[in-house]
C-alpha cells in the first residue's frame, strides 16, 4: 500500500526553506521507495495563495505538513512567544540549544494539545535584520516615525513601537511590493529573504541588528500522522531530523552568501558595536520583560537554563 503525502512551503527554489524541503522528500523516497507517494509544493504563492494560507491548509487537511514561521501561532500557543525575546539570544548556538532542549519538546507538546498541529522540527527561520531605503539606522533614534513591516504578531509590534518606528502587519506575499511602492519606509527579515525577495533593490541600507533568531516548526496535520503506519511515521521522524540539520547548515552558509551579494549589489551594510547593539536592548527591554511576564516561572526556567547551558 502506498502512502501519499503533501509537504507545502511559500518560497523560491534557492530559498534554505525550499531546499531542506527538497532534503526532506529525498530522504522519505529513499527509506521507504514505492511505499510513498511524497509531492513537495515548493511555493504555494505562485497559484495565488497568500503564505499564512498554509497554516488552514495544513490544519484542515489539505496538505498534510508544511513549515512555517512560530509566531503566527502564538496567539494560539502563547508558549511559543518564549521565541520572541528581542535582543535576548546572543546566536544561532545558543538558539539551537533552545530548540533541541526540554524547552523546544515541551513546546511541541503544547502545540499538539492546542491545535490540531504536531511538531517535527525547528527550523532557522533566520537571524533577522533591519533594512531601510531613506536612510541608514545605526541608532535608536534613527528609527523615529518610520513605518516598518512586520509579522503580524503582538510581541514583534510592541517591541517595534518602543524603538520609535511604527508598524504595519503586511503578508510575506504582498511584501515586495509595498517596500517597492514605498508603503513601509523599513522592513525586518533575514538576509536571505531580503536577497531573494530582491527588498534590497529599494532598500539600500541593512543594519545588523541580529534581533531575533526566527523559528518556523515543521507542522504536520495530526490525524495524517495517526494514520500513518508505524513504518511511515519512523521514515517521517527520521527524514525529518535529516532536513532540519541540513537546514540550518543551509542558513548559515545563505548568510555568508547573501552578504557577498548585496555588497556586490551596492548594499551598505551596517555593523552595530557594542554599544549600539545595548541600546536597542535598552530601548526594548521593558516590552521584553512584558513578553516575558507572559509565561510561567516553569517555562522560564526551561527557556534560561537550556540557554545557560551552552558551552562558550
Known sequence: MTTRIVFAGYQGERSVHTR??????????????????I????????????????????ENGEIDGCYFSSSYLAERVPELGLFDQHFVVPDRHHAYAVLDGSLGQRLASEVEQQTGFKVLGYWDNGLRQLSTGKKAIRE??????????TLKNDNHQRVFRALGFEPLAVDVRDLPAAVEDGTVDAQE??????????????????????????????????SSVNSWSAQVKQAVLEAAAEATQAQRVFAEEDDAICIDALRQDGCEIIELNQAQRQSFREATREQVDKTRANFSEELLSLFDSDLAGVNE
Open 20 to 37: 531542506a524541503g527538497r532534503v526532506f522528500c529525498e530522504s522519505l523516497k529513499q527509506k521507504l521507495g514505492d511505499a510513498i507517494a
Open 39 to 58: 509531492e513537495f509544493d515548493e511555493n504555494i504563492v505562485n497559484r495565488g495563495n497568500k503564505a499564512a494560507d498554509l497554516l488552514d491548509m495544513t
Open 140 to 149: 535608536v533614534d534613527d528609527c523615529k516615525d518610520l513605518k516598518i513591516r
Open 189 to 222: 527579515n533575514p538576509l536571505t529573504n531580503i536577497y531573494n525577495f530582491n527588498l534590497h533593490k529599494s532598500h539600500r541600507f541593512i543594519t545588523m541588528t541580529q534581533h531575533l533568531l526566527g523559528v518556523a516548526p515543521m507542522l504536520f496535520n495530526q
